[in-house]
């Protein structure tokens, strides 16, 4: 059976506290991390070897080539041409041309890299399941395995020097190296939730975020932790701050939380339903952007009091499938100007239908769909949306 997955993109003008923006992804897979080198170029990591690159802010974001098929949690980047990846069964990527090509670095280890991070173009750490924690000197030629005793899953990692940085994870876990990873202290965070990202403004000022709305604060780089008051329920995934006292946090169930003052007060921002925005990064206090699942991304403009989508529809129109050819998925993206009866469906050289992917009711908005072509042979094919008042029809190339 011919499958497809359907995903809704909401339109308009909301009133809330900040400007976030969506921006069309080339797919809807999910988004774990995002990394941008400056205001322009940016990559994100995701689902199945998912990596999708910008050189425009996100106005316009491409497929690259990751290699592989396996999960990429992390994705860090440390100057424009200079970036890492982690991920699943102890996958560690590199590039040096900006994503045009990876090569795979040796871990030497099989269990899942959740975080990746790097001080500078040599020194950096990777962390993740039961407690694995790498080093390496070289720029990942090489990579030094420690193990953290008690086994707990290790989520994110940051470090403010080459010899101080802190990780978090599993069952409330913080803990410091100051001599760059040979020796690790654990340190209270009085919580046992999971941590799932850290993140410091300066050696002493930091906050760790996790699940059951927890954020903590420190401002003697660890010693204590104190915890702030969220107004949230939702797991807190990635948190990352401009300076000592403006910072973001991203949510399940779509929501962004901000801080204007290091954390003693945040508000909470629902910018897409039932989401959730895996990770959140920022390049200055105006400019930042959040991913998640579905291919989701927002990006954050500053100096405004709504959400607006950048694809509200004020046509009807039909995309061309990205990419193409395809082997074996593609994505049709269309608008609707208005409500209407949907139908889009897909047909062979000769007419014949091969698959309806649409046929409902739907609002106006703008909507994007996965066609899966595995059990068709290669050739050329047709895909048609037809509403109340219009029909327009694309070709597209299925190439194995």
Not at 95 to 110: A, V
Not at 124 to 133: E, H, L, R, T, Y
Not at 200 to 213: H, L
Request: hydrophobic share 40%; with cysteine; proline share 2%.
């Amino acid at each position: 059976m011919l499958k497809s997955v359907f995903l809704l993109v909401f339109i308009g003008v909301v009133s809330i506290k900040a400007q976030w923006v969506s921006q069309i992804a080339p797919n809807i897979r999910n988004l774990y991390s995002v990394s941008f080198a400056d205001a322009n170029k940016g990559w994100a990591a995701g689902q199945y070897g998912t990596l999708i690159h910008t050189s425009n802010g996100g106005s316009n974001w491409e497929l690259q080539s990751s290699g592989t098929s396996r999960m990429l949690f992390s994705v860090f980047f440390i100057n424009a041409a200079t970036g890492w990846i982690a991920g699943e069964y102890g996958t560690i990527l590199k590039t040096t041309d900006g994503g045009g090509t990876w090569s795979g670095q040796t871990s030497g280890m099989m269990d899942d890299l959740r975080s990746v991070f790097f001080i500078d173009v040599n020194n950096g750490f990777a962390a993740g399941k039961f407690g694995s924690v790498l080093r390496t000197t070289d720029g990942g030629n090489t990579w030094s395995l420690y193990i953290y005793p008690g086994m707990k899953w290790l989520l994110s990692t940051f470090f403010v020097s080459a010899n101080t940085g802190w990780i978090c994870g599993e069952a409330g876990i913080i803990i410091k190296t100051t001599d760059g990873g040979a020796n690790w202290n654990l340190q209270t965070s009085g919580v046992s939730v999971y941590l799932r990202s850290i993140y410091f403004s300066g050696v002493n000022t930091g906050w760790a975020v996790g699940d059951a709305g927890t954020i903590l604060k420190t401002t003697d780089a660890g010693s204590t932790w104190v915890a702030q008051t969220s107004g949230v329920t939702n797991r807190v995934l990635s948190v990352h701050f401009s300076d000592s006292n403006i910072g973001w946090a991203s949510c399940d169930g779509g929501k962004i939380l901000r801080t204007t003052n290091g954390g003693t007060n945040w508000t909470s921002e629902i910018i897409i339903s039932n989401m959730w925005l895996n990770s959140v990064t920022f390049v200055n206090s105006n400019t930042g952007w959040a991913v998640g699942d579905g291919g989701t991304i927002f990006k954050y403009t500053g100096g405004s009091t709504s959400v607006k989508d950048d694809r509200s529809p004020e046509m009807f129109e039909l995309c061309q499938n990205f990419p193409n050819p395809f082997n074996p998925t593609t994505i049709i993206s269309y608008q609707l100007e208005e409500d209407s009866f949907v139908e889009l469906s897909v047909f062979d050289v000769i007419g014949k239908a091969v698959t309806r992917l649409v046929n409902k009711k739907q609002s106006r908005g703008n909507y994007r769909v996965e066609f899966d072509a595995s059990e068709l042979s290669s050739g050329v094919y047709f895909y048609n949306l037809k509403t109340d008042q219009n029909s327009i029809t694309k070709k597209m190339v299925l190439l194995r």
